[in-house]
């Protein structure tokens, strides 16, 4: 099944880890490759690996981690102090989606979460198409596959299973409240 996580308001990455975690209950393996978030450290980053237990209603007991989150962006592309070349952002989409096949290829996942790929898109730091190849491929390979970030693609959308939205009705941000560490990122 194809998820995406969109929309201009916050909470596209939460949801995603929150699938996660609630699969790696069930036992299943997680895998998310974040394609924009780099260097800025976040909650999630402590969370690095985390290793399957074995469960009653596990559906596997491999050993093999649960889940992964794999950094591979290199920040936030011409904000917030980015002085990057452009084409660094271009390479490190590239890797990642690359990453992410081979990663999809071993068997190792049931579930693979892109995050931020619908951002690396919209910048155009990566080809839709190549996104596209890889969720047709993904259909044939694993369990679900989980896409966030603002402006997803009405093709990818039209082709998910489950699409929500995420939209600002109010934001913190608005008083001049910054986002706090351990909530927000």
Not at 33 to 48: L, N, R
Not at 118 to 133: D, G, R, S, T
Request: charged share 25%; glycine share 10%.
């Amino acid at each position: 099944m194809l998820y995406i996580f969109t929309g201009n308001g916050k909470g596209k990455t939460t949801a995603a880890l929150g699938a996660a975690m609630r699969a790696v209950g069930e036992g299943k393996r997680v895998l998310m490759v974040q394609f924009i978030k780099g260097p800025w450290k976040s909650g999630e980053d402590a969370v690095q690996v985390i290793p399957l237990i074995a469960q009653e209603n596990s559906s596997t007991s491999s050993g093999s981690p649960s889940f992964r989150l794999v950094k591979m962006g290199k920040g936030f592309v011409g904000i917030l102090g980015d002085s990057l070349p452009r084409e660094e952002h271009e390479q490190a989409a590239e890797d990642a989606l690359r990453f992410a096949q081979k990663e999809m290829e071993s068997g190792a996942w049931d579930i693979i979460i892109l995050d931020e790929v619908n951002n690396a898109m919209q910048l155009k730091l990566i080809a839709q198409k190549k996104v596209l190849a890889f969720v047709h491929e993904a259909a044939h390979k694993i369990e679900h596959l989980i896409l966030t970030g603002r402006d997803a693609p009405q093709e990818l959308i039209d082709m998910a299973d489950l699409v929500t939205e995420m939209r600002d009705l109010k934001h913190p941000y608005e008083k001049g409240i910054k986002a706090r560490r351990g909530l927000e990122y």
